[in-house]
């Protein structure tokens, strides 16, 4: 059996299971990531429950883990160099659990730099301005009466939707065979109806891109781990 003791986390979301990967999280875009990428790579886990509230992501335990206080975050005791491992950063963890699991990041050198390189554009740019549309649409940004920076948002996110429209003809995946890089940005896309936000970016008008996220939410592993650990 594991030892996870080394990690302050563990004393408040305490394992039933410290054999098999422990991923501490709640269900938002960057959340189910890590559930779906564990799904998907049929890697054996334990979901916790770690809610966007102070008192779970800004508590002495959590911040052990993860000092920048963001879901998610993972515990691997059987990490690569024979000892336990613990990640944050969801495009860091979809990068390590691929290789650890070798899948879902191509078959070649060249694939797998083309998948990182698109879970790079949806960390760097596609999530980031996504939110802000959320923040913007949805939540403390939309009782603002200046609308400019939201247009600032909503502008920019029409334009990185043209790039994977564009990127998306003619293919079902991002890179021709599903992947990493879709797992992290499928559900960015699908959180534009969730802020109420796709009339705005002209979401219809996007075919490839709404026939994309059809498509990866009818895979089973991801209609599974989409509400993993399940919300409140």
Known sequence: MADLSAFPITQKWTPKDPSILQLFSFPTPNGVKASIALEEMQIPYEAHLVTLADPDVKSPEFLSLNPNNKIPAIIDPNGPDGAPVGLFESGAILIYLAEKSGKLMGKTATDKAKTIQWLMFQMGGLGPMLGQIGFFVKFAGSQW?????????????????????????????????YSIADIAIAPWLNALNFYGAQDLVGWSDHTNLVAYVDRFYARPAVDKAKNIPPRP
């Open 145 to 177: 009466e200046d609308k400019r920076p939201q247009q600032r948002y909503v502008d920019e996110g029409k334009r990185l939707l043209a790039v994977l429209e564009q990127e998306l003809e003619g293919k079902d995946w991002i890179t021709g065979e």
